[in-house]
């Protein structure tokens, strides 16, 4: 049997595995540490949040260009036949506000 060992080579297989025990101990002791689960919880989060706002961001930018695209022309006039009557609407709408309010005075 070529696989013999001495014993000095099972005491320094010994050594390095208890090292590198210790090492993986040490990551496991860093990994669920209560500040880094903290830290970790705090970037996922804040990953999350870039992440929503920016869809938002762009939802709402491309909502915002869809309805301009509804009231000015691509040379930059305004649709006039579209703004009159949301114009109108609009002004209907405070005229019936401001009587409701002054209704119930």
Do not use: C, W, Y
């Not at 496991?28 to 804040?46: C, E, L, Q, S």
């Amino acid at each position: 049997m070529s696989d013999a060992r001495t014993p000095a080579q099972i005491e320094a297989d010994i050594v390095r595995r208890r090292e590198q025990l210790a090492e993986t101990l040490d990551e496991i002791g860093v990994r669920i540490h209560p500040k880094t689960v903290i830290g970790d919880v705090k970037a996922r989060v804040a990953s999350t949040v870039d992440q929503t706002a920016g869809r938002a961001f762009v939802a709402v930018n491309r909502t915002m260009s869809d309805v301009r695209a509804q009231f000015v022309r691509d040379d930059g006039a305004p649709r006039l036949e579209r703004l009159v009557p949301v114009a109108l609407v609009a002004a209907g709408l405070v005229g019936l506000l401001a009587m409701s309010a002054r209704r119930r005075r």
